[in-house]
Nanobody, 116 residues
């Protein structure tokens, strides 16, 4: 059973930066799409950024220009570089691996708290 383990969350002041990592227990070369999702306090889980195996990216409007998603196939790791953080970026961040055939695997999440 593949496992995804996120790390890199923490407490940061507004305007600061964090880099989240999602380490996958197997090769990510064949994963069709990987993404980061965020669930704020009392809110639903929404997409933050997505990266396909072809290198196509998608960003939520609220993070465009501030966040960058990337992957390192050699390290089986997905990253999310978050700059100029805002209080509304606070939440639990989850990594998703979406395989062909509608198979999806989620990580356990990492908490980001941005203080204003």
């Amino acid at each position: 059973q593949v496992q995804l383990v996120e790390s890199g969350g923490g407490l940061v002041q507004a305007g600061g930066s964090l880099r989240l990592s999602c380490v996958v227990s197997e090769s990510i070369v064949s994963i069709n799409t990987m993404g980061w999702y965020r669930q704020g306090p009392g809110k639903q889980r929404d997409i933050v950024a997505r990266l396909t195996v072809r290198g196509d990216t998608y960003y939520a409007d609220s993070v465009k220009g501030r966040f960058t998603i990337s992957r390192d196939n050699a390290k089986n790791t997905l990253y999310l570089q978050m700059n100029n953080l805002k209080s509304e970026d606070t939440g639990a961040y989850y990594c998703l691996a979406a395989y062909t055939g509608n198979r999806q695997v989620w990580g356990q999440g990492t908490l980001v708290t941005v203080s204003s």
